[in-house]
Structure formats: C-alpha cells, structure tokens
C-alpha cells in the first residue's frame, strides 16, 4: 500500500466485470481497480481503500446504476462482517463467478479444457454453516461481550445478533452466548469458540486462558443444560480439549446413500455444508466409477468421509491421512459400521516418503481431497500409482490447476469433466471436482 497519499472517493465509475474473488472489477487511468460490493454493468461511486503497484482496491460507497442481479443482502452486518462477500448477488451470478474462477485457472494454469463442464452442484443457500471459528471479545464500550466473525480487512470483531450462514440452532446461540460469558469471570480470558453441529446436536468448544472458577462452571454447566448443547473447555492445544462434564457426548452425521454413520468430535475437520457433502459423496463415488474388488488409494482420507462410502460400494480401499488421531477415528468409524476390510495408514502426504505403504502396488483408481495447499508431492509421484482414473476434491481452484498441469503435461492424463461444487454460497470461496483419465 502506498504511503503518504490519501485514499480518494472517485465517482461514478464503471464496473466492467467481476472478479474470481467475486469483486467488480473497474479500469481508472488504465489501472485496475477492484470494488468490493460492485457488479459487471453497474455504475458506482468507489472509495479507495488500498494501493498496490499493479492495482488498486476499493469499496462500492453508493451505486448509481445497479445491476439486475443485484439482490438486497439478508443480514444487517453484511458488508462489515467478514463471513459473507457474495449476499449482493444472485445466487445464479455466484455460481457464474464461481465456475469462470475453476476454469479460467485450468485454462490459464495448466492450459487445457475438460472435455466435459459437470452442471454446479448446488444445495442450501441459507443456514447450511455447521461448523465456524467465532471471535470472542469483551468491550465495555460495546455493552458487553462480542461473539462472532471479525470484520472484514480488520481485526475487530463484528457487533452482530444473528447469522444466515450458520445452523439455524447455531445462529440462535449468538445472543445467549454473549449474555452467559458476559456473566463469567474469564469473559475477558475467553477470545475464541469452535462451533460444531452434528445430525443429533451442537457442539461448543471455548478455548480459555485462565482456569474458570466453580461459579463459572456452574454458569457453563447451566448453558449446557437450558440449550441442549455439548461444552468443551481448550486451555491449550487441541490435545487440551476436554469435555465439560460426563454428559458430553461425540457428534454424529449420516450419509444415508450408503447407510453409513460418522462420529467425530467439534474439532476434527468435516465438511462445512451437511447437505451438499451429501450430494458431493454421492456425485463423487460415482466418477470414481466404483466396481467391487477394484483397488482405490483414498488420500487426505480424513475421518473416512469417501472411505467408508466407497467400500460399502465393494471397492478395496487404502485409506491414508496425515492426522494420527483422525486415521484412529477412522479406524473405529469403519468398525462401528462393519467394514472391516479397510487399510487406514498415516502418512505425511506433503513428503515423498518411498518407504510408506500406500506408494507400493498399483491403484485402479486414486481419490484425492487435499487441503488448500494442494496435492503437489502426489501428483508429482502419480506415475509410480498408475491409476487409470484420478478423482481430485479441491478448495482452491489455483493448486487443483497447478496440479492438473503436471498430471495433463507431464503424466498424460486427460482433463474428462470439471465443475463446481457450492459448498460455501454467500462466500468468495469454491469447492470443485475434477476427473483424469489415463491416456
């Protein structure tokens, strides 16, 4: 950001098209601006809230001429709180931005086409969040306690009652959580909560820096009981987590599809969108082409979310994550539910590691769902795998195409279908499938 010139309002411009972050993107003195909260074929007055060398960034403060697939925002805080971006848009525009971000990336990145464009995977719009990282903050000047999303391009939390992203009986907690801790003696040693919701409840975990007195347990332990919901403490690491009494009990979801149940704890990683993993499961166990005795190396396998799916299919199935206490959730997981015949192994799948099981043998297919970093170190290897058909889940449209490159350029795959998956609408964020198949 350039130092020393203040930020301008600079009128009436015009937006020309959106950006894959979803902004409008407008052109002034030949510089690329983008203008968060503008859309393609608006006019807008701008206020500049960054520089940078090769572009500048901006805010819409008011549209002149507003776009058809403009939409009013549900939520009283949106464009302050940084949870949402895209509540300015239809919902059919997000999924516009959402499938040009994936393709425009593919095309740029690793220079090829899928042969076939899947149709976006769509489910809730609303309430459909089970799982969130809250801010907690104590502010005098607020009246009290703050609990929620911070605000966006800043540190400070949002002063927000309610949310339409989250679980309804998530979002319903907002106001009773800031009255309860308001109430505690730790409020102002309390900064962060982990919300989690399974099929058969809520799940709380607030990490605390001082140890709460016993009248604070008592207000804890009151929460727990008027609300229905499970309380963890967290003094420290994630080791640290412990339930707040003996009725805590583990999340559970199901995917009925495959009559398969899963239970997990609110800080294992599972998927943000309870029914549009479902639709997600189901979509890609059927590009996997799944066949019974065909071997599947499932990789960043989690808690066994495609797993255990897929051998219920009759798949032979290699299960490996780098998380040793979710490999052993998975492992208990696939035996609660009778599939027994599952190899869970733990492995750090950012190092090439010969020595590690699953890169021995020959795979008829490999399933990949990496986090954010990507799959690099795999795809770099996929020649010693062999599988004829690749499977890969992403949440960051720039490593799927870095890693497509290799896999397309220098492996010999071919890109068959891509598409979107909308796990996160209202958001900038896209999720996406893609599907290699051995030249």
């Known amino acids: 950001m350039a130092r020393g010139k203040a930020l301008r309002r600079i009128e009436n411009v015009a937006i020309d098209a959106l950006s894959h972050e979803g902004r409008g993107i407008a052109r002034i003195d030949g510089k690329t601006v983008f203008v968060y909260g503008a859309l393609p074929g608006e006019r807008a007055d701008i206020q500049l809230t960054r520089r940078h060398r090769d572009y500048d960034e901006a805010d819409a403060v008011e549209i002149r001429e507003a776009s058809p697939r403009r939409v009013t925002p549900r939520c009283a805080v949106y464009g302050r709180c940084g949870g949402c971006a895209s509540q300015h848009m239809d919902h059919a525009l997000q999924l516009e931005f959402r499938s040009a971000a994936l393709f425009d990336q593919l095309a740029r990145v690793a220079r090829c086409e899928p042969e076939n464009r899947l149709a976006a995977l769509t489910g809730p719009e609303w309430h459909y969040r089970r799982r969130a990282r809250l801010g907690v903050k104590y502010v005098a000047g607020k009246g009290g306690v703050l609990v929620g999303f911070r605000e966006r391009l800043k540190y400070y939390l949002t002063d927000m009652h309610d949310c339409h992203t989250l679980e309804a009986d998530a979002a319903a907690l907002l106001v009773p959580l800031r009255q309860m801790i308001g109430q505690l003696s730790i409020r102002e040693r309390l900064p962060q909560i982990e919300l989690a919701a399974g099929d058969d409840g809520l799940a709380l975990v607030l990490r605390v820096l001082d140890e709460p007195t016993a009248e604070d347990h008592a207000h804890l332990a009151a929460f727990q009981a ?18 707040l009494s003996a009725e805590t009990r583990p999340l559970h979801y199901r995917l009925p599809a495959f009559d398969v149940e899963f239970e997990f704890l609110p800080t294992d990683f599972v998927q943000i969108n309870a029914r549009l993993n479902e639709a997600m499961v189901e979509r890609v166990v059927a590009l996997l082409e799944p066949a019974a005795g065909l071997r599947v190396l499932d990789l960043f396998a989690g808690l066994g979310n495609f ?133």
């Open 226 to 243: 008027q609300h229905a919901v499970s309380l963890y403490l967290q003094r420290g690491g994630p080791s640290t987590v412990v339930p």
């Open 307 to 439: 797993t255990l799916p897929l051998a219920r299919r009759g798949m032979v199935v290699r299960a490996v994550e780098g998380e040793a206490t979710l490999v052993a959730r998975a492992r208990e997981n696939a035996q609660r539910n009778g599939l027994h015949g599952i190899e869970h192994e733990v492995a750090d799948l950012f190092e090439d590691s010969p020595g590690n099981a699953w890169m021995r043998g020959r795979w008829d297919r490999v399933l990949l769902d990496p986090p954010r970093a990507g799959a690099l170190q795999v795809c770099n290897i996929m020649d010693r795998l062999s599988p004829s058909r690749i499977v890969y889940v992403s949440c960051n449209p720039a490593t799927l195409a870095r890693d497509a490159a290799i896999l397309v350029q220098r492996h010999g795959y071919r890109l068959e279908s891509a598409g979107i998956l909308d796990m996160f609408p209202q958001t900038a964020h896209v999720e996406a499938v893609a599907v290699f198949r051995r030249s």
